[in-house]
Nanobody, 120 residues
Framework: VQLQASGGGWVQPGGSLRLSCAAS????????IGWFRQAPGKEREGVSF?????KFYADSVKGRFTISRDNTKNTYLQMNSLKVEDTAVYYC?????????????????WGQGTQVTVSS
C-alpha cells in the first residue's frame, strides 16, 4: 500500500486549500482513508476519515473541512476558512477500520506529509 499526499502550501487566514491523497496497492473497498496533522511541538491529531461513504471529522474542523473520495482511489480534503491553528504537516492514512479513530496506532499505512501553512 502506498499513499501519496499533495496539495499543501501557504495561504492567508480565511483562505482555502485542497489536499489530495493518491492510494495504490490495495482494493478500494478494503480501506478507509483519512487525514492526520501534526503542528510543531504537538502530537499528531486525527482530522478526518472516510469509509464506506461515512465521513467523520474532528470537532476542530467541522463545518470547515470536507473529505471526499472518488472511484480512482483518490481522497480529497477540502479545507475552507483556514485558521492559523490549522498550520501543520498533514498526513494521509489508511485503515481497515470502519470508524474514525484518533489513535495513530489504528492506522496501518501512512503517506509522507504535506505542509500546510496559514499565516498573514
Amino acid at each position: 500500500v502506498q499513499l501519496q499526499a499533495s496539495g499543501g502550501g501557504w495561504v492567508q487566514p480565511g483562505g482555502s486549500l485542497r489536499l489530495s491523497c493518491a492510494a495504490s496497492g490495495f482494493a478500494l473497498d478494503d480501506f478507509g482513508i483519512g487525514w492526520f496533522r501534526q503542528a510543531p511541538g504537538k502530537e499528531r491529531e486525527g482530522v478526518s476519515f472516510i469509509n464506506v461513504g461515512r465521513k467523520f471529522y474532528a470537532d476542530s474542523v467541522k463545518g470547515r473541512f470536507t473529505i471526499s473520495r472518488d472511484n480512482t482511489k483518490n481522497t480529497y480534503l477540502q479545507m475552507n476558512s483556514l485558521k492559523v491553528e490549522d498550520t501543520a504537516v498533514y498526513y494521509c492514512v489508511a485503515s481497515q477500520n470502519y470508524y474514525f479513530s484518533t489513535s495513530t496506532g489504528d492506522y496501518e499505512y501512512w503517506g509522507q506529509g504535506t505542509q500546510v501553512t496559514v499565516s498573514s
